[in-house]
């Protein structure tokens, strides 16, 4: 096994990867080891930019001007 090992927190399920030197500053926060036929929970998908007014009624006109064109 190398010097770098995965873990997790159990009450926000964040993993990282850590020194095994590190190992029990981590552990004296909350955090343990990831076994190895444990899964991490998958990362959650970003946020989209907030859309401006703006840029919703340059939006809104691209699609009416496409549907134009399809018509």
Known sequence: MGE????IHP???G???VHRSSLSQHY???W???ADDEVPPP???PEPP???RAQAAKAAKQAASA???EN
């Open 67 to 69: 549907e134009t064109k």
């Open 43 to 45: 990362e959650p998908e």
């Open 11 to 13: 009450e926000t399920g």
């Open 4 to 7: 770098w090992v995965t873990i």
């Open 15 to 17: 993993t990282g990867q």
């Open 32 to 34: 343990r080891l990831l």
């Open 50 to 52: 907030p859309v401006t």
């Open 28 to 30: 004296a926060a909350g």
